[in-house]
């Protein structure tokens, strides 16, 4: 495995336990689930670009599968909130 990708690794690792954190730390229940959601959100961009090779893709799956991210983690988010 190169050293970017174990670089992204141990920061995908920091995310699970942030992800945790957040969620454990006794905060309100909207603003765990938001920051769950954003590094959950953070997580799947990292994985799509350095282990699913598509930051090695054109400029437009990159595009595609960024915005996917996004509206996915966005609707989410609302869904949420609305709830």
Do not use: D, N, P
């Not at 995310?15 to 909207?30: D, I, M």
């Not at 994985?47 to 509206?71: C, D, K, N, P, Q």
């Amino acid at each position: 495995m190169s050293e970017t990708k174990t670089r992204v690794w141990v920061a995908l690792v920091w995310a699970t336990l942030l992800s945790w954190v957040a969620a454990e730390s006794g905060e309100t229940a909207l603003l765990a689930a938001v920051a769950v959601l954003v590094v959950a959100a953070a997580k799947v961009g990292l994985v799509l670009r350095h282990f699913m090779e598509v930051g090695r893709g054109s400029g437009a799956w990159r595009y595609f599968f960024t915005s996917w991210v996004i509206a996915v983690t966005g609707v989410m988010l609302v869904g949420y909130v609305l709830a």
